[in-house]
């Protein structure tokens, strides 16, 4: 697609329940990371892929979140058992093959959690 | 670990009216400095990526400039337009993560 879409754009759960929120990366990318970003500040680094593996997960909180990339493309974060603290917006983005030189992230609008 | 400090938090501006946000780094080996424009709502937005110390880019009434403890975002006769939250980010030279700071929220008021 055009750019880094993200769904649902608005997520309302229960603490306790489980949650997925999905990555659809720009075509053509073969990098993806998620990032976390609570009220007022930066994001916050989770998890990248490179094609299907996990290239660095150091990011993630716990084991309650995990995150896949099947086929190579689309991504799904899963949280379980969430808590209020998880409360945040999630971003995804992607970029083009990881090289020697920086590579530019392109972001999604982001899925907004909120666990009651 | 990477850290980026964002100076100041927030800062009210009439049009017309220049100034700079600051961003302050430590990494091990810097592979890009990265300047993101995020509206409420909304993810980063990219701007600019800067490589190496005295390098300078520009973009309408923004410019970014980098030495090699900071870089600066220079805001040159801003526009209501330009209120935004500005992110900077540093890629480190074994890593493709970013890891960014909180932000300078600009608002300009007409």
């Known amino acids: 697609g055009a750019g880094v879409s993200q769904t649902p754009s608005n997520k309302v759960t229960e603490k306790g329940k489980y949650v997925e929120l999905r990555c659809d990366p720009i075509s053509g990318h073969t990098a993806l990371y998620w990032y976390r970003q609570s009220l007022g500040q930066g994001p916050e680094f989770l998890i990248y892929?490179?094609?299907?593996?996990?290239?660095?997960d150091s990011g993630l909180p716990n084991d309650r979140f995990f995150a896949v990339r099947p086929e190579g493309s689309v991504s799904t974060l899963k949280i379980q058992r969430t808590e209020r603290g998880d409360s945040a917006v999630y971003l995804c983005a992607s970029s083009l093959t990881l090289g020697i030189g920086a590579n530019v992230l392109t972001f999604g609008a982001g899925s907004r959690l909120t666990v009651l | 670990e990477d850290q980026v400090t964002q100076s100041p938090e927030a800062l009210r501006l009439q049009e017309g009216e220049s100034s700079s946000l600051n961003c302050s780094y430590t990494v091990s080996g810097l592979r890009g400095l990265f300047w993101y424009r995020q509206d409420p709502g909304k993810g980063p937005e990219f701007l600019f990526t800067l490589y190496s110390a005295g390098e300078e880019k520009e973009k309408e009434r923004l410019k970014a400039t980098l030495t090699k403890k900071e870089s600066f975002l220079h805001i040159t006769a801003p526009k209501p337009e330009d209120s935004a939250t500005y992110l900077c980010?540093?890629?480190?030279?074994?890593?493709?993560?970013?890891?960014f700071g909180a932000g300078t929220t600009v608002t300009v008021r007409a």
């Open positions: 892929f490179q094609g299907t593996g996990a290239a660095d």
């Open positions: 980010a540093v890629q480190g030279s074994n890593d493709y993560k970013l890891s």
